[in-house]
């Protein structure tokens, strides 16, 4: 039995770690993508965002983010192929500038938008502290079941390395 532990807690952590192997979207090898139509815009005008190869039926949050700025524009739910249609009003507040517009779900992607301000509006000014919303990412806890599941395997890796090496060391009884 003394030999069988850390056979057990090697397999153990190997099994913690098959969930946090990579996840495929529609089948292996496709490749997550993100558009937008126009890519340069006024403040204040609709854009479309199109999504393809995403994970099917899930619901992505919606971003907007400068270069100090970050604005909630809603959610979105993909269909059951995993395609992502949304048509998202651009703020008519936003300065002109260059910005990211996300969609976040199980991973983040994210797309080029060109703002131009709208008329009347500031060219370089940030809108009021009230009027952003900044929205922090959230971890998933398949990341932080990940490393703890690689703590474990290590950890039982080094558990057997040991009872091996005192093994080898020991004189036969005889």
Do not use: C, W
Request: hydrophobic residues 50%.
């Amino acid at each position: 039995m003394g030999r069988s532990l850390p056979v057990v807690l090697l397999l153990g952590g190997a099994l913690l770690l098959l969930p946090a192997g990579p996840v495929f979207a529609h089948g292996a090898g496709a490749e997550a993508a993100l558009t937008v139509e126009p890519a340069a815009v006024t403040a204040g005008d609709t854009v479309l965002l199109a999504g393809s190869n995403l994970e099917p039926n899930d619901e992505r949050v919606l971003l907007l983010k400068g270069e100090n700025i970050a604005v909630d524009l809603g959610t979105a739910t993909t269909d059951a192929e995993g395609m992502l249609s949304a048509e998202v009003k651009i703020p008519d507040h936003l300065p002109s500038g260059v910005y990211q517009l996300q969609a976040i779900g199980d991973e983040t992607l994210e797309v080029e938008l060109k703002v131009t301000a709208a008329a009347g509006g500031a060219a370089g000014e940030s809108p009021a502290a009230d009027e952003a919303a900044i929205v922090p990412r959230e971890r998933p806890t398949v990341e932080l079941a990940a490393i703890v599941a690689a703590l474990l395997l290590i950890g039982a890796f080094g558990v057997f390395l040991v009872v091996r090496a005192e093994g080898v060391r020991r004189p036969a009884a005889g």
